[in-house]
């Protein structure tokens, strides 16, 4: 059962142009959402995160949108650059989610992105 | 930004081996540590949560007796795989967080590979 789902494997965005990255969730618990960014043969890195209090968190050329009622959340990178070629994982939390303050995160599937010169 | 340093980063032994993963957190007490387990084209799937000081909680399907998992200090997480066998082979990685809802700081995993 995928509780975080990305549904683009990959996506494929011409240098300076918007990227978008689309993830949706099931479980209306989740209330902390992150986005990873992971190149081969290293461990993801922490881009940028939502709470469930806010539909909108801006960090320079990123920026994550969050849609409660459609549960559902996406980045946008602008302008996409070369180098954020990656695979883009999202995360999800809640606070009681497993009976305790753990927090762990439920990752979707991840999409690869390539940016074309 | 936090760092997290794990060790080795690539391993490769013999059926029956036991193996040691180290995960540090570099620059920050790490109250929770969480090792993962990831499959070729697949998610990141969790296979434990360490808090310091106390046993680890493991997900439903991973081995306990598998998958020793010891968090002896605020920076240091440990997970041997015992006895490994080729299905053990995969890419491991440790995360460390600071406090509830600060973001997870990756490792850059491990790649066990078991002949």
């Known amino acids: 059962d995928q509780q975080v789902k990305q549904n683009s494997p990959s996506l494929s965005v011409q240098e300076g142009r918007i990227s978008i990255l ?44 969050l849609n409660k009622s459609a549960k559902h959340l996406s980045l946008h990178i602008v302008p996409s650059q070369p180098g954020d070629s990656a695979v883009y994982f999202c995360a999800a939390s809640g606070p009681l989610f497993y009976g305790g303050a753990t927090n762990k995160l439920i990752f979707g599937t991840g999409t690869l992105l390539a940016v074309q010169p | 930004g936090a760092v997290v340093s794990q060790h080795p980063s690539r391993v490769i032994c013999k059926s029956g081996t036991s193996v040691k993963i180290e995960c540090r957190s570099l620059d920050f007490q790490a109250t929770t540590m969480f090792w993962y387990r990831q499959f070729p084209k697949q998610s990141l799937m969790l296979m ?28 240091l997480s440990t997970l041997t795989v015992t006895s490994a066998h080729p299905e053990d082979s995969s890419f491991y990685i440790c995360s460390a967080r600071w406090t509830v809802n600060q973001p997870q700081h990756f490792g850059d995993g491990t790649r066990l590979s078991i002949l």
């Open chain 1, 22 to 65: 689309n993830c949706d969730y099931t479980n209306s618990m989740f209330d902390y959402f992150l986005w990873y960014k992971k190149y081969p043969a290293e461990g993801p890195t922490f881009l940028i995160s939502i709470s469930s209090i806010k539909d909108k968190n801006e960090d320079g050329r990123f920026t994550v949108f």
């Open chain 2, 48 to 75: 434990a949560t360490s808090n310091e000081g106390s046993k680890a909680t493991y997900e439903q399907g991973v081995e306990k007796d598998k998958f020793l998992i010891n968090h002896a200090s605020l920076t």
